[in-house]
């Protein structure tokens, strides 16, 4: 998978790199934008939630910057910073509700990264809260956070849908997200990492306020910014991949990782990671951990799972096909296939489609995405 | 501009302690502001100058010395804590929020 910089971005995506990666490396290159540019690097810098980073790089005088420039890049980063707050408050809260149920939850990624992995919070901002728990908990979970004020997103297509999806969108009335997850990834390597296993080591701890919320272990949280970083967005943010080699770089158990990761069978997918990092930030990541997985080379059922995370109009399609050939007993593939192909009458009617439609989709997707 | 844009933190420049008492307190530092959240106002506000000092005041600083290596932590920098910080600094040790060394 290769990561281009978007050619709308122009010579501000270099920028916007150099910004995110200024602290990784040891010389890094001095920037400055022209005023005209400038703008349009406000915006690329708040989309990419970079506002944090870019003010450190100006105190590294990796970043040259004018008095108004500066002024105004404090300015959308103290928003950015609002918002991060608020939804640490509604992480809170929303922990207060599982444990009042006696639910064992894991905060993910933003907040359980920012203030473990990171010298200051402040350095990595985020736009929703992620909180994974137990399979067998997981309807339970989002009865007890709609309790609070949000409502799910989306329906799934048949009730018992729920037990293959990777998570679900809980929303606020101010349009503050929680995703609830019962798996890291969808597609084939949500199936292939069992998601129970999560939960078997004791977990990490990341005081919010003064409140200590669980997160998932050192190790667990490098393989899974990994698995955000190859197999979620096809173009992945600076920061998710930042996030990739900030937890590498401050040490990990490497035989601890690599009975994880050969475990779940995540080679390739680590490698790709490592890869796009390395790619898109510009620089070399240096650990010994890693270099067995640099040199990796995916076998034909690696590259197929691979391909199914690939960017294209069918992405969805492809990664429930995929992940219909994953699943282990006949019942879930018949199950999971009677959900897609013949979802309730008000899922269908969502997304003006039709039985004889549907039905004869999900039989061509999934002749063609048989396994390798 | 992003989801970020319409969250701007209400601007509070003068000092005021409810917040900074509170002990489910959230904050951010920035180099000219401190970003609160509290269980009572959980709306953030973007806390300048003089506030700022305060709360470091009360996160149990209790000494210029080390109340300027609080800001360099906080990657204050030195233009900033310099005029606004000096008298903000008479006014905390006149109250005895921090003692003169």
């Known amino acids: 998978m290769n990561v281009e910089a978007p050619a709308v971005w122009g010579d501000t995506w270099n920028t916007a790199r150099v910004i995110a990666s200024h602290d990784l490396v040891g010389d890094s290159e001095v920037i400055s934008t022209a005023e005209t540019n400038w703008p349009r690097l406000l915006t690329l810098l708040s989309q990419q939630r970079l506002c944090g980073l870019a003010l450190s790089a100006v105190d590294a005088r990796v970043f040259k910057l004018a008095g108004k420039q500066y002024d105004e890049l404090l300015d959308q980063h103290e928003m950015q910073l609002a918002l991060d707050l608020q939804i640490e408050r509604l992480v809170l809260a929303c922990f207060g509700q599982l444990e009042n149920l ?38 339970a979970a989002i009865d007890a956070i709609t309790r609070i004020g949000l409502s799910r997103r989306r329906e799934p297509p048949r009730a018992w849908f729920d037990r293959y999806v990777k998570a679900a969108c809980l929303v606020r009335h101010d349009g503050l997200e929680v995703d609830v997850h019962q798996m890291l990834t969808p597609g084939p390597y949500g199936i292939i990492i069992e998601p129970d296993t999560l939960f078997r080591t004791p977990a990490d701890r990341v005081l919010i306020g003064r409140r200590s919320v669980a997160c998932l272990d050192p190790v667990m949280a490098f393989v899974h910014a990994c698995v955000h970083a190859a197999l979620g967005d096809p173009s992945p943010r600076f920061v998710s ?64 799972r691979l391909s199914s995370y690939d960017s294209g109009a069918s992405r969805f399609d492809r990664q429930s096909a995929a992940t219909f050939w994953e699943l282990r007993s006949f019942r879930d593939r018949a199950e999971y296939a009677v959900a897609l192909a013949l979802p309730a009458r008000t899922y269908l009617r969502a997304r003006d489609s039709t039985y004889s439609e549907r039905l004869r989709r999900s039989m061509s997707l999934a002749r063609s995405w048989r396994p390798k | 501009m992003d989801q970020a844009a319409d969250r701007r933190p209400t601007e509070f420049g003068e000092c005021d302690e409810f917040w900074c008492r509170n002990p489910g307190a959230l904050t951010r530092t920035t180099p000219r502001s401190i970003v609160i959240s509290t269980e009572k106002a959980p709306a953030p506000l973007s806390i300048r100058g003089v506030a700022m000092l305060v709360w470091l005041s009360l996160e149990g600083v209790r000494s210029t010395g080390e109340l300027s290596a609080r ?8 233009n900033l804590a310099h005029a606004e910080t000096r008298a903000a600094l008479r006014e905390l040790v006149e109250i005895g929020a921090v003692v003169a060394r």
């Open chain 1, 102 to 139: 006696g639910i064992d939850a894991r905060l993910l990624k933003g907040p359980a990264t920012s203030h473990r992995f990171y010298a200051d919070p402040a350095l990595r901002s985020f736009g929703d809260a992620d909180i994974l728990v137990r399979r067998a908990d997981f309807r």
């Open chain 1, 241 to 304: 991949l930042r996030d990739v080699v900030t937890i590498l770089q401050l040490g990990l158990d490497a035989t601890e990782l690599r009975q994880l990761v050969s475990e779940w069978q995540l080679e390739p997918v680590v490698a790709r990671a490592l890869s796009l990092a390395e790619s898109v930030l510009g620089i070399r990541v240096e650990h010994s951990v890693i270099e067995g997985y640099r040199s990796y080379q995916p076998s034909r059922r690696d590259q197929w």
């Open chain 2, 71 to 78: 800001l360099e932590e906080a990657g204050i920098p030195a």
